[in-house]
């Protein structure tokens, strides 16, 4: 079968996330970068989806040059195939975002035949909007389900599950299909020292696609403001309990 | 015109709004006089009870949207259903909760019409030169600022920033029934199955949370916050690294990419809190840290803190409730 996983880069913050002067974006000139542990689950779910039915997996991201570190990244975990949107830097709106996967699947699927599965992470780290990969599923006609924690795929169909608190539902769809996919549908694997080998000599694809923009535009970022708190430091050991247990008493979670 | 997603649940006296539907439904008002709601009849609510619920928040109506493929949850059906009743009755701004179906079901109808959809607003105002709205990024650790353009406006409501208010002279909304049309394809993403996972206190409701991190250092490390955790009736909580080494399962993982959390007390013990941690953890009321690091993020948080080592201060704390 074959699966595509899609990413998106951005910055892993400190305890704070630092701006630009002009308050439009998050200064990441010091920062490191990664994927959202949702899409990290993504690309380990596509390796082993083609470990167990064979296939190809592919990695695609839409976004800046730069992002080829996190293509590499899943490469080295046992990603076949990269592929690499580019954008002008800026962070597209969900609806630009969309038609470019769109665009990009489209040839992608022309050159190698179609997708069995599609799968984005439940939502980007950074932006959150909730719908780049249902905007993909439904210019595709495929469905789509969100939230998921567990995939199984058995013939023409996947057997998917997402939790709702205290109960988990359960649906089948017909493939091929997409996904949105939540932290905790698998425990994705460290690179292996060959894995970092293969992924340092793999070639980057480039799909070159755009898509008009969208109607939202971004005016400003700001950092909620910090509630400033007096901590109260009860002690240094077991000498504190006896006041941590006042604590649990004034509060009435303990009686 | 706005129209309101609205959701239900079982309540203590019939069945009502979901809380987030409440405070979707408390935006609107301020937005416009004209609120509606639309909410799926899947043959299990009473929607006489659900429009008087409505009518207490603001919504001069009810729609409720029936057909055989709706009585159970998919995205696919309970959209094209939205779809249909927002084309006929033509509404300006379309709002939802930003929950899992609410944000689910109004992505699919902004993507069916290439419309704009902004998730997870907090504040949403309307001058001549179009919306102008503030919603959270990082899972609530940044606000943005955006203009939005559009025929229709489709904004999904971030749960628990607005305050859910009922209106003075309350009256019940006004129940009108839709037959509405869908194509059978959409019965492909409806639930098939709901089983039952857990019974215990749900993370996201308990009035306690113990949470553990990388300072528990082991599975077994979680014994002793389990007990205190059953002490106080509440639930063990965890940081991703806990996840990622195989202690926890991920159902336990609270923040950004996790459960938000909401207690009285959250009890942190070794964590460090990264701000994707504390995207879940910063409703709790109050926050004991335990931690060996006094400048630790989680220390500076917290109303109290115990400086020193988890694996001797959790133990002697619960020795000491036990034997009280
Ligand atoms: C996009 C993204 C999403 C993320 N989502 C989440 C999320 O949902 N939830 C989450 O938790 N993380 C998330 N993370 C990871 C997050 O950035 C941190 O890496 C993680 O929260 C750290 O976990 P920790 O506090 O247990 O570990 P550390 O940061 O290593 O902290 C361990 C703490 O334990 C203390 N300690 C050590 N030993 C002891 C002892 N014996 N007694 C007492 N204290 C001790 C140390 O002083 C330290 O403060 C996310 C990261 C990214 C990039």
Known sequence: MRVL????????PGAKIPLTDDGTAVDDERLGHTVSPHEECAVEEAVRLVEAHGGTS????VGPPDAEEQLRAAVSTGVDQAVLVPTDGADWDPQRTAAAVVAAIGELEQADGPFDLVLFGNESADAGGFQVGIRVAVALGRPMVQGIKEVEVDGDTVRVSRPTGTTSEVYELPLPACLGVREGLNLPRYPTMRGRLVSRKATIAEVTVDGPAGGQSLVALESPPEQEVETEVLGSGPEAIERVISVLEDLKVLT | MIVVFVETTAGDDGDVLAGPSRQALTLARSLDDDVVAVAVDDGEVDLDEVAEDAGRYGAVQLHGAWHDLLDRYGPESWA??????VEELAPGVVLAAGTERGGEVLAHVAARRDLPLVANVTHAEADDAGWRLQRVRWGGSLFEHTRLEAERVLLTVQPHAVDAVEVVDPAAAELVEHDVELDDVVARTRVVE?????????????????????GVGSAEGFADLERLAGLLGGAVGCSRVATNNGWRPHRDQVGQTGTAIAPTIYIACGISGAIQHWAGAKSAKHVLAINTDAEANMVARADWAVVGDLHQVVPALVAAIEAR
């Open chain 1, 58 to 61: 592919t990695v695609l991201t």
């Open chain 2, 194 to 214: 709901e089983v039952v996972t857990s019974t215990g206190v749900s993370l996201a409701t308990a009035p306690v949370v113990v949470g553990g991190g990388r």
């Open chain 2, 80 to 85: 094209a259903a939205l779809d249909g009743l």
């Open chain 1, 5 to 12: 996983a899609c990413i998106k880069r951005v910055p892993i």
